[in-house]
């Protein structure tokens, strides 16, 4: 069992950065594999990136490769995102979800735990 909370959304102008923070409870938070997801108005919501327990695998949508940069520091029990570059397209609830095992890192029905979700704006 493992609780999340995220913080650092905001609104920002397009180009600027953010980093958004996870912060996580419990015994060992290197047992779980953390990743991102958003959901825009009106859309789905999307895979962004992931890390694995200990942070020696990462994954990122196509979307974000070379822009956002996911870590984690197991000693704090948190998970970030550094998001540089920010596009209009970014715009959206970032959520932060986890779990002791993952079948594949991007698919967000493979994360039974789940933060509330924290707002990302990009103007232009």
């Known amino acids: 069992q493992v609780q999340l909370v995220e913080s650092g959304g905001g609104l920002v102008q397009a180009g600027g950065s953010l980093r958004l923070s996870c912060a996580a409870s419990?015994?060992?938070?290197?047992?779980?594999?953390a990743g991102w997801f958003r959901q825009a108005p009106g859309k789905d919501r999307e895979f962004v990136a992931a890390?694995?327990?200990?942070?020696?695998?990462?994954k990122y949508a196509d979307s974000v490769k070379g822009r956002f940069t996911i870590s984690r520091d197991n000693a704090k029990n948190t998970v970030f995102l550094q998001m540089n570059s920010l596009k209009e397209e970014d715009t959206g609830v970032y959520y932060c979800?986890?779990?002791?095992?993952?079948?594949?890192?991007?698919?967000?029905?493979?994360?039974?735990?789940w933060g509330q979700g924290t707002q990302v704006t990009v103007s232009s």
């Open positions: 979800a986890a779990d002791r095992t993952i079948v594949a890192f991007d698919t967000e029905k493979s994360y039974n735990y």
């Open positions: 419990g015994r060992m938070f290197s047992n779980y594999v």
């Open positions: 890390v694995s327990r200990i942070g020696g695998v990462t």
